[in-house]
């Protein structure tokens, strides 16, 4: 373990996974979403130079998750990297992936909940659910159910879900969830599910989070329009006038210091006493999470429309 470390906006992946690395070490880890050009990719590269036992790269497309096994490959030469399809929009997919790793009969010590889409145009998936609402929420509240009994079979026993400041602008929407501003509402979701996971599973050892890993220019802001971000660069600097990312304004973090926040939730042994807990700029703060979003009567009335939802029992 390093000596110290700065917790705060510009930490980064890589010196919260040095710091943890004995929690590593060894581990197998799960992170969805690991395309390289985003925060997914960041945290996974991160802990892939700590010797994990097994990293496992779970995202959509195998052809982008090929290419971040390349590039980690390409820093940590003796990863040892294991691919798995999901699309996690389609439950179908969901329970098929979930089985193939259940297959792989090995304990997963931590699952990184960090794939996502933003403010995507209206779609219902073929399943009917609002595509952000499935793919943000249910696509991993079922996946990480489905493998709940291999991750408390692990030693670290963590699940951290990565979620968005964004979650301030909507609570769960009970009577109409396939809305179509359900960005925020999926992300309420992720904070809740961990709140959830918390209660439930806390005394067998499982530590469950949510965070905001602030912002970072990356595909997920493809969908904005360009008043969407003039409006934006008006009040907080990120965007030009013509709608190109404003690289000097301070807004603005790097996927790496974007994926500090999951590496702390998921490998600070101490963060424990703080169960459920929600992070920002890779620190505890409570008090920035709606109190919607760590209700612990709604994340159980969450939990129940979930099941009833995909007609699961869990
Ligand atoms: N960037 C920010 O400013 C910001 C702010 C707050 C919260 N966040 C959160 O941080 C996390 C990472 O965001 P990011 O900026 O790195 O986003 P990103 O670059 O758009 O990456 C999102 C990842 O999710 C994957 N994904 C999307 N739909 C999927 C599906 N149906 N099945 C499986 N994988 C899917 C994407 O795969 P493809 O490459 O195939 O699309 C990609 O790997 C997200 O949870 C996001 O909500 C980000």
Redesign the pocket.
Known sequence: MASSIAWGRRTTSEQVCAYFSSSIRGRNIIV????I????YATANAIAEQGPAVLVL????LS?LEEAQRNILGNTRDAKIRLLQ?????MTSVRKAAAEVNGWNMPIDVLIN?????DTPYTLTSEGHELQFA??YL?HWLFTNTLLPRILQGRNKRIVN?????HVSSDIRYDDPNFKKAYGQS?TACCLMATSLARKHGSEGLGAFSL??????????QHWSLEEKQEIGRKYGAYKDDGTVDTSSDIWKT?SQ?GAGTCRAAFDPDIITQNGAYLVDAQVANDKRKEYAGNEDNAEKLWKFTNELLGEEF
């Open positions: 969805t979403g690991p395309t050009t985003g925060v997914g779970a995202g959509r497309s982008k999901v699309d996690l929009s389609d960090n794939a996502a889409v933003m793919t943000n696509g990565v979620s968005s400041s964004g992300k905001d890993p602030g912002g970072i220019s990356t595909p997920l802001q996927p974007g």
